[in-house]
């Protein structure tokens, strides 16, 4: 088996790209690409966050909710809140294939974690989460939040 490294720029910095070329597709290349699925699985489930002086490991399925003001990240989990800096556009590219969904233009959720939704003021309503949290979801991101929801 030979093994290679090629630097591509065109990917992002959190984007790797894995090529496996074999002259035939034979057991040895299957079992080959599920175990690189599985690695892709295993890290696919925990955000790494920066807090503070380290590195935070926060598993995906625990984080009920993200909200942003200013520059500060809060992550609230079920366990516990983390802050974080960073924005939320990028937060949301790397977990709304997780069920996460923007509710306004300083929040995303994780849909699992969504107990119900009350009709708010001027138009808006307010998401009521795990762990009573409550976010407030704009007018402009509630036709979203339906179809995620199949409404």
Not at 29 to 40: A, C, G
Not at 97 to 111: D, L, V
């Amino acid at each position: 088996m030979k093994i290679d490294f090629n630097k591509d720029d065109q990917l992002n910095d959190d984007e790797i790209n894995v090529l496996v070329s074999a002259k035939e597709l034979t057991p040895e290349v299957i079992d080959l690409l599920s175990m690189l699925k599985d690695v892709s699985n295993k890290n696919d489930n925990w955000l790494p966050v920066n807090t503070n002086d380290r590195v935070q490991m926060i598993a995906i399925d625990d984080i009920i909710g993200i909200e942003v003001y200013q520059n500060e990240l809060n992550i609230y989990t079920t366990e516990e809140q983390f802050a974080t800096t960073g924005t939320l556009k990028d937060m949301y590219e790397k977990l709304k294939k997780h069920h996460f969904i923007q509710i306004s233009k300083s929040a995303i959720i994780n849909i699992d974690h969504l107990d119900y939704m009350e009709t708010a003021f001027s138009g808006n309503m307010t998401a009521f989460l795990t762990n009573d949290l409550k976010l407030n979801v704009s007018r402009k991101y509630l036709p979203g939040l339906k179809k995620s929801l199949r409404m």
